[in-house]
């Protein structure tokens, strides 16, 4: 089928043709004829690279170019930024492109400008939950990467945000895309929607399994691999580079992800060209200069310097970013990934290899990973501009792991999607912001609402409406909701809490904590209050940890605001216990100015986990302070400010000052205080040359400092106003 044939705007057409693009791949074809440009709702369930994303940019473009809206759904920020940059260049025609991943506690009103939203699945129920008025003018709904609600921690925010907007927007064209689906059908049936299945590729896909020396492959070719280091995984991987391939390795951890990595450099790099090395070189520095050095800045940069990187959620987002364009323009020869980048963006290679197919569970010990997951990274084998054919290997140290490998993971169908919805920490939070957003006012017009999700087109509501009643009792129990003659209505508090998008038991915690009458309130008792609370990720706990931080509770238990257990009446709750007390410790060691490389080292996380780790403990202080403000607790709200602006900026109080200049970050601020420059009034007599030559700032920040401060006023350099302290924290929010 041809693109002039296309039942779209011309002017579209045009655009295609600009691009290159003159005929549809055959899954796309398919998606034409079953109707989906002309508004019929689909589930497209085709592989990588087979043109999944075109057919929904197609779809939404002709709706907005006919006057509708339409929004773009994704799971992570990462994919959100991707999808971004991909739809910008349809501004050509006039089309206002916008991205929202954060701020949950906006009407989201100033978002109805543009024609096409690409926002994160979470942003969506935000703005369902403070009825942003543009959303029931949406004509086009396209959840990727549906097969996630299928996940316990994403899963079901998808799936109650699909079938929100159903009931918001019922007109709208709902197009559903996924990669592997293996019940289709059903999931089609539930969104009232057509389905395509394909496994048509424009790269050949080869699934094989690596032994003796050996990749066996499904079709029934083989390819002999030299065993050249005791590490099988290098052994792929140098084969591919040595054919001008790039591969990736997936492997379920990040200490073994990090080790491959560092090894296969060392051997890598006596096969580069000096031209090679040189650029290799380029980007390694461009790791060093994207923020704090590191341990795992360091190591990256090495990697990457003998054409190596490693690839997990523990990197910072420059550093995530800078490995990934990199590999995307066929630089960088191996990634070493945790599984994580394979629900991420798009990173193809001619071969896949797949080093390790089993998970340690908690709960079961190491369990085989699901069918579903092998199936999304070996869709990653092929890059379609430089492969004819791309390979998935995995690895069997046996005649009968190979056996086993092939008839699990390369024979076998992937699991099926099934709903994840009847959590109730889940549903205790939706089922508060169905009342308070006047979505239902009873117990019937919740489960009336419930009974559209996937879940109860799966197994039914019978066991969903027993946990809704346990948690109407817990939420009236809790004064976030109150019966006025059988009608539920939400409380001032449980209407806030639901906007601030927070778990209901959070904000209990919270409110119970700011309660506590103290003799001493300090930032530990706040920073443990929010650690408490189900909204905040927990740490594991090593073997060394016991003893530190019962010693750490002991010195700070009359400052919390959430009493401790006993260890000898309940060790498993003194366990939890532990754990939230060292997320406290991170963040009391980052806002007394720890370095990450001392972070990093003391709890085992990466410059990406302190990141979000603070980005959530933000947002819980910003919950605090306005569940402060409902219970009138006015004496804390200040306190509560200025540890906001500590952990922004990861500061003493005393650098608060200078780190609200742009450029003049959290080393930069203390090397300036050292030297005695402690106010803006400081900076301003100071020479830009004398500036320059403090270490770390440099002419460029210097200028850029003193043009700052041109424009201070004499009333801003006071720091001590609480104006200012507020004003700050609202341009950060």
Known sequence: MFVKDLNIPEAVKGVLSEWGYDSLYPPQVDAVRAGVLDGVNLVLAIPTASGKTLIAELCMVKSVLNGGKAIYLVPLRALASEKFEEFAKWKGLGIRVGLSTGDFDSSGSELGRFDILVCTNEKADSLLRHHADWISKISVIVADEVHLINSVDRGPTLEVVLARLRQVSPFAQIIALSATISNAVQLAGWLDAKFVLSDWRPVILKEGIFYNEVINFSDGSSHSVPLVDPELSICLALDTVKSRGQALIFDSTRRNAVSIARRLSGILSGYLSRAEKKAFNRVAQQILRGGEITQISKQLSSCIEGGVAFHHAGLSYNQRKIVEENFKNNLIKVVCATPTLAAGVNLPARRVIIRNYRRYDSNFGYRLIPVLEYKQMAGRAGRPKYDSEGDAVLIAKSAGEENLLREKYIEGAPETIESKLASESFLRTQTLA???????????????????????????????????????????????????????????????ISELYIDPMSAMKIRDGLKLKLEQNTDIGYLHLISSTPDMPRLY???????????????????????????????????????ELKMTYLLERW??????????????????????????????????????????????????????????????????????????????????????????????????????????????????IKTQLNNVTEEDTKISSLNNVQKSLTDFK
Do not use: C
């Open 541 to 579: 706990l090593g073997r060394k940890d016991y003893k530190e931080l019962s010693y750490f509770a002991d010195e700070h238990r009359f400052e919390l605001r959430v009493s401790p257990p006993e260890e000898y009446e309940d060790p498993s709750e003194y366990e939890w216990f532990l754990s």
């Open 434 to 496: 169905t009342i308070a957003s006047g979505y239902a006012s009873d117990r019937q017009g919740i489960m009336d609402f419930l009974e559209k999700t996937f879940y109860a087109y799966q197994f039914g509501s019978d066991f969903i409406e027993i946990i809704i009643g346990d948690i109407i009792t817990f939420l009236l129990s809790e004064e976030m909701i109150k019966s006025q003659e059988n009608i539920l209505v939400a409380s001032l508090f449980g209407k806030r």
């Open 591 to 704: 806002i007394n100015e720890a370095s990450e490389d001392q972070i990093i080292s003391q709890f085992n996380v990466g410059s990406g986990d302190i990141l979000r780790f603070v980005e959530t403990a933000d947002w819980l202080l910003y919950a605090t302070y306005e569940i402060a403000k409902l219970l009138k607790i006015r004496d804390e709200l200040s306190n509560i400010q200025r540890l906001r602006l500590r952990l922004k900026y990861g500061v003493k109080e005393e650098l608060l000052e200078l780190v609200k200049l742009s450029g003049v970050g959290r080393i930069r601020a203390r090397r300036l205080f050292n030297v005695g420059l402690k106010t803006l009034r400081d900076l301003a007599s100071v020479k830009v040359e004398e500036l320059a030559k403090i270490p770390t700032i440099g002419k460029e920040i210097a200028k850029k």
